[in-house]
């Protein structure tokens, strides 16, 4: 029996990886890229699933097969069957990572699209009081930053002592733009993809502790680090032929805190008081906030109109109608950035030489 890791890919077909496709907004980018694909009328595009574990992958891609599963739209099963592609990859782990791009290496012959989406938000307690007392006298505040509702995990590292935020928001994504980059170099117009926040903002990061271990934002400080990477690599990249942006999804209900049922309804109605408000960003749901990745990767055919210095903005208006926004990301010490970069650099190279050692990499 064919599996979702075993059909036949056209070597015509474009390529994209969506990070964490499971669940959240990564799964309305792919629902999305998934009806892009089932248009006759667009190129044939395979979409890889990135996630970290493989029982929920296959549900989620089970879930938008049974989509096309009535008698009268047998072709589009068929198709879609083949469309969907799952990579399993723990983003948080380096070997997972290594690993992970040598299995896509096997199996595809090129990357038009990686959209580096999935991260994690590590939270310790709430704090409810706090939070509706920014809602209802700092509103753009809890818009912009998610107010005080929630006290992050911090000081968290990984079996690898990496900064638990920083690997699995920043530098697993930073590994697969490394060893994926002559993949994309077989496409027209590769895109990367990285995904900001409404919450990043210079006051959270710092260039001394970019991992964000002694910081009380770890997960706004790696969303900011995402948008300097996405700029400082445009020219770079731009040389061969590839090209790095920075999206937000706005502010979307995705399930990442986990917080219970309860949390949830009451989160979700205040994201739709702040949309009646005229609260921009306000997109609720994943499918409204895959909206500006959407944009870039299948409705623009030239990315070379496109300004490496804007942050691209999923926004909805109070009555639902979905469009893109253009936002001036803030500049940052250029020279603190490259510093930044050589030491991120001296971690891909350590941890894939000991990918190396370990067997997973050739070389």
Sequence with gaps: MLTAESHSVPTSSRVAIVTGANSGVGYGIVQRLLEH?????????????????????????AKLLAQYASKDMKEKAMMAESALQILIVDLSSTKSVFGACEEFKRRFSRLDYLILNAGILPCDHMNIKEGLKNLFTRPAYVAKTGGDFFSQRQGTVTAEGLGEVFAA????????????EESMRGSPCPRILWFSSTTA?????????????????????????????????????????????VVSPGNCFTGLLDQGWIIA????????????????????????GATSAFYLACEVENPTALDPTKLYHADISPLGRRYVRELTLAAEDSKAVRSVRR??????????AVAVRDGILAR
């Design 265 to 288: 309804a009451c989160w979700v109605g205040v994201l739709y008081l702040m949309r009646f408000l005229f609260i921009s960003g306000c997109n609720i749901t994943p499918r409204n």
């Design 37 to 61: 694909a089932l248009d006759p009328r667009n190129e044939p595009l395979t979409i890889v699933m990135a996630c970290r574990n493989r029982s929920r992958a296959e549900a989620a891609r």
């Design 201 to 245: 903002s210079p006051e959270f990061f710092t260039a001394a502790d970019f991992q964000c271990v002694r910081g009380d934002h770890p997960y706004e400080s790696s969303k900011r680090l995402c948008e300097l990477l996405a700029i400082d690599m445009h020219d770079e990249l731009k040389q061969r032929n590839i090209y790095s942006f």
């Design 343 to 352: 030491e991120m650099d001296e971690l891909w190279r350590k941890f894939r």
């Design 169 to 180: 928001n920043v530098f697993g994504h930073y590994i697969m733009i490394k060893e994926l």
